[in-house]
């Protein structure tokens, strides 16, 4: 998000400009106006709080430099962006074998939501130093980034001892979804629909993360508790941007509440079905 161009300024605005353009906006996207939804609002307040701030907002103009990481993997290192000499460097040695002091690095950790790991993240975060100088970094999490997923800032760590700063590592937490489970790059759910449509075909509409639908068709005779898999409509790569696939296990719902009559008929429609054979 680009908060100067979500308040409609230019990015030399003055403080008087900034306040002006946030003062008109907040009142046009007011959640009392605009029917409850608030997300603008939200966007509007992040810009004005970051640019009216003189270190905020040149922090947000000159923003360090980013490294992104997935960890130790199985296979090792997994780093991206992260050259022979800095892997030493990490562990206290230059190439040349000199010992370097480096000042500690610090962990911070950004929450986000399934939704803003599906589409990206950008965050400002702040956190003192030891020394108690306050940081302020503009966090970028990439589309698809996961839980223990790390962004490294190089030379944003503690400071004071000699020898250079230490770094900055953002490490990912997503939420917990109330729907949908993420494993890497897919997602698995589970949702329930009437089991006449397993007996004669039918189909359930899923909610997405990105605020679209999908159907999912069932073939007649589908044994309830089957898990159909859709491609594409899982979490994208965090490096290709592919998305994996969405996996949705589909239980059926047996009818409660029947009459006497409506028992009967189907004990009737049970009876005709035994003789004609059932898988």
């Given at each position: ?47 004005y709080s970051t640019l009216k701030d003189p ?25 991206m962006n992260q050259g022979f000499e800095d ?193």
């Amino acid at each position: 998000m680009d908060y100067y161009k979500t308040l409609g300024v230019k990015r030399n605005a003055s403080d008087k400009d900034l306040k002006s353009a946030y003062k008109k906006l907040s009142m046009q996207h007011h959640p009392d106006r605009t029917g409850g939804d608030d997300s603008k609002f939200k966007e509007i307040n992040e810009a004005y709080s970051t640019l009216k701030d003189p270190q905020k907002r040149q922090q947000y103009d000159n923003p360090p430099q980013q490294q992104y990481s997935q960890g130790f993997g199985p296979n090792g290192f997994q780093g991206m962006n992260q050259g022979f000499e800095d892997l030493f460097s990490n562990f206290g040695f230059n190439v040349q074998g000199r010992q370097q002091q480096r000042n500690p690095d610090i962990t911070i950790a950004a929450r986000i939501t399934l939704e803003e790991a599906y589409t990206g993240k950008t965050v400002i975060a702040s956190y003192r130093l030891r020394t108690g100088k306050e940081e302020v970094v503009e966090v970028n999490i990439p589309a698809g980034a996961t839980t223990g997923n790390t962004i490294r800032y190089q030379g944003f760590g503690e400071e004071g001892m000699a020898g250079p700063r230490g770094n900055l590592h953002v490490k990912i937490q997503v939420v917990p979804h109330k729907t949908f489970m993420q494993d890497g790059i897919n997602l698995h759910c589970k949702t329930s629909t009437s089991i006449f449509d397993f007996i004669v075909s039918g189909h359930v509409i899923l909610d997405t993360l990105d605020g679209s639908t999908v159907k999912v068709n069932i073939p007649a005779g589908t044994v309830p508790g089957t898990k159909f898999s859709i491609q594409g409509y899982g979490m994208p790569d965090v490096q290709s941007g592919h998305r994996g696939n969405l996996f949705v296990t589909i239980n059926a719902k047996v009818p409660k509440g029947l009459s006497q009559d409506e028992v009967i008929t189907l004990q009737k429609l049970r009876k005709r079905l035994d003789k004609k054979g059932v898988d």
